[in-house]
T-cell receptor, first 112, second 113 residues
């Protein structure tokens, strides 16, 4: 069975500090991977997607970056957090050519 | 750019009564429609996916799609308190770049015992 694990579950960080959020998918080879973000009270927005190792496409510019160092790993990061980065970050995977997305449990980020 | 709107914003129903949620979208070429559920600050659980006009049932959840009216709905039969959550409509188009889902803001459902 496929599992998707996100870390950390929650973070409280200072403005200007770095951030790294991670996501690992087990049980599925070469999935498409996605990062979504949900501001408090806002809609879910797709931030990045990746169809293969080393390849990441940006969908929305939020002064964040993403990388896919391994087939089963997707990392979201920034060197300097902004207050506006607060929210809930969800990682998801899908099979190639299949629109069904399967989401992780999310990481809650609070920037102070 | 795709716009997805959901109504009502919130809904309170009694246990066992039918709950009905609405979703409208703006891009008439959309052909993938999914309803997700999100319990407070948790991940999303897919409830039902529908790709052609008509009805699709998954357990107690039924989606109705009318692409001509740019409308998809979700009906929850015999809702239980554990169904209390935010329900999200997601719309996409096959083979769109990045398999991008556009979400509505959600309907918050509260099921009273």
């Amino acid at each position: 069975a496929q599992t998707i694990h996100q870390w950390p579950v929650a973070e409280i960080k200072a403005v200007g500090s770095p951030l790294s959020l991670g996501c690992t998918i087990k049980g599925k080879s070469s999935p498409n991977l996605y990062w979504y973000w949900q501001a408090t009270g806002g809609t879910l927005q797709q931030l990045f997607y990746s169809i293969t190792v080393g390849q990441v496409e940006s969908v929305v510019q939020l002064n964040l970056s993403a990388s896919r160092p391994k087939d089963d790993q997707f990392i979201l990061s920034t060197e300097k957090l902004l207050l506006s980065h607060s929210g809930f970050y969800l990682c998801a995977w899908s099979l190639v050519g299949d629109g069904q997305l399967y989401f992780g449990e999310g990481s809650k980020l609070t920037v102070l | 750019q795709q716009k997805v709107q959901q109504s009502p914003e919130s809904l309170t129903v009694s246990e066992g009564a039918m709950a009905s949620l609405n979703c409208t979208f703006s891009d008439g070429t959309s052909n993938n429609f999914r309803w997700y559920r999100q319990h407070s600050a948790k991940g999303l659980e897919v409830l039902v996916s529908i790709f052609s006009d008509g009805e699709k049932e998954e357990g107690r959840f039924t989606a109705h799609l009318n692409r001509a009216n740019l409308h998809v709905s979700l009906h929850i039969r015999e809702p239980q308190p554990s169904d209390s959550a935010v329900y999200l409509c997601a719309v996409s188009r096959t083979n769109s770049a990045g398999n991008k889902l556009t979400f509505g803001i959600g309907t918050r459902v509260l099921v009273r015992p």
